[in-house]
């Protein structure tokens, strides 16, 4: 038992004796000024938009139908009209809902299908910004002889002279040619 404890304290002022080199990156920062992140975005907003577009044509769509519908409802439901006439404007009426309420399925899962692409190419580009970052820190930690870079976000606190971030950003920038972003093209 003496043995363990006497190898624990050895270990632990071995690691206190240790100095530890270490760095954080403020990956929010770097998001909003790597210019890889920035025309991502544009892309990624672009697309948004464009869905925004489509659904919004498809809903008025849906509303044509659905003023085209009441209309029809109102019409069948006129008291001076012949049975003959109800019957037949009920009929439409029948038509014209399933037609409305198929359309409206259709439109439900369109939205979502439309937002579900957006959002997973805005993780897969974000994962690949990600990835930019680590490989640059990795590289400016081996120069730097850092042995741990954490996220800024993370720390409780930490002093400014281990922020990398702008060297992260410096070195991406300068490796990255603009308009390269790969982007998954827009599916709809």
């Not at 043995?3 to 002022?13: G, R």
């Not at 409206?104 to 990600?130: C, D, K, M, S, T």
Request: without cysteine.
């Amino acid at each position: 038992m003496k043995s363990l404890s006497a190898l624990l304290l050895f270990a632990a002022s071995a690691v206190i004796a240790a100095p530890t080199s270490v760095g954080v990156v403020d990956v929010a920062a770097v998001m909003t000024k790597y210019n890889k992140a920035i025309e991502i975005k544009a892309g990624i907003d672009k697309s948004l938009e464009a869905s925004r577009s489509a659904v919004n044509d498809r809903a008025k769509e849906i509303d044509a139908l659905k003023a085209d519908f009441d209309s029809v409802v109102k019409r069948a439901n006129d008291p001076i009209l012949n049975d003959s006439g109800k019957k037949s404007l009920q009929a439409e009426a029948t038509t014209k809902r399933d037609d409305l309420q198929k359309r409206l399925n259709e439109f439900q899962q369109f939205a979502q299908n439309a937002q579900g692409q957006i959002q997973q190419r805005a993780n897969q580009l974000e994962q690949n910004v990600i990835t930019d970052i680590r490989v640059e820190t990795d590289k400016i930690a081996k120069e730097k002889g850092l042995q741990l870079v954490i996220p800024k976000a993370i720390a409780f606190t930490s002093d400014s002279t281990l922020d990398i971030t702008e060297q992260v950003i410096k070195n991406l920038n300068a490796n990255y040619k603009t308009g390269s972003a790969t982007e998954a093209p827009a599916g709809k």
